[in-house]
């Protein structure tokens, strides 16, 4: 099955600056990768997704890459606020799949 | 539209009492997920129903949990009995699940069980 590797699993900025959190996964067949950012006692929600077809896809402040021949994809998140922390998961799925394979997070702390 | 909805939000529960958790897709979404997360193993997926068929329940832990879908717009996850190692946030999702494609899965605010 899919194997998804997130990291780092904590990450502090300082507001203004660049985060970035980078995510591999083992399934070559793999097609779709979310990124879900989860505030503290708050459901996950997606912020931004690509598929493999793709190799950059961009949301104002926020991108989302992927190399698909090093299996590996990056979230990120220019200018950072305060608001911004929370914690980030990636996951993918893979076309003969149907379930999320999630990271294990990623808490990102943006200090004013 | 209302989003995934989920019920309870909060349970407490004693050791050995029956949990039941429940869930309403998002209208016109054919695909259901159940989820558990703790801080040890993260985001697990439980069990799949598409079209209130259950798809792949390789997930549950054990028998002690079951889930249903009797109708397109409701799902419960029961565990009976319920132990201490089961306290975890439980989170249902839907998907719209188009043909030929894997669409963004759209999370419920979840249950947050503790069994004492």
């Known amino acids: 099955g899919e194997n998804v590797e997130q990291h780092p699993s904590t990450l502090s900025v300082q507001e203004g600056d660049s985060a970035v959190i980078k995510c591999t996964y083992s399934?070559?067949?793999?097609?779709?990768f979310p990124w879900y950012k989860q505030e503290l006692g708050k459901r996950p929600q997606l912020i931004i997704d690509?598929?493999?077809?793709?190799g950059e896809k961009k949301d104002q402040r926020i991108a989302v890459t992927l190399n698909k021949t090093a299996k590996h994809f990056s979230l990120h998140i220019t200018e950072t606020q305060p608001e911004d922390s929370a914690v980030y998961f990636c996951?993918?799925?893979?076309?003969?799949?149907?379930?999320?394979?999630f990271g294990k997070g990623t808490s990102l702390l943006v200090t004013p | 539209d209302a989003g995934v909805i989920q019920s309870p939000r909060h349970e407490v529960t004693e050791m050995g009492q029956e949990v039941t958790l429940r869930c309403k897709p998002i209208s016109g979404h054919n695909s259901l997920f159940w989820y558990r997360q703790t801080m040890m193993r993260g985001l697990e997926l439980l069990i799949y129903f598409n079209n209130n068929v259950p798809i792949d329940d390789s997930g549950m832990p054990e028998d002690r949990f079951s889930a249903k879908m009797p109708n397109a717009s409701f799902s419960t996850l029961k565990i009976q009995p319920s132990e201490p190692r089961d306290s975890a946030v439980y989170f249902c999702?839907?998907?719209?699940?188009?043909?030929?494609?894997?669409?963004?899965?759209?999370f419920g605010p979840g249950t947050r069980l503790t069994v004492l």
């Open positions: 399934d070559s067949a793999s097609n779709y």
């Open positions: 999702a839907s998907s719209p699940r188009l043909a030929g494609s894997r669409d963004t899965q759209y």
């Open positions: 690509i598929r493999s077809n793709v």
């Open positions: 996951a993918a799925i893979s076309n003969s799949g149907y379930a999320l394979n």
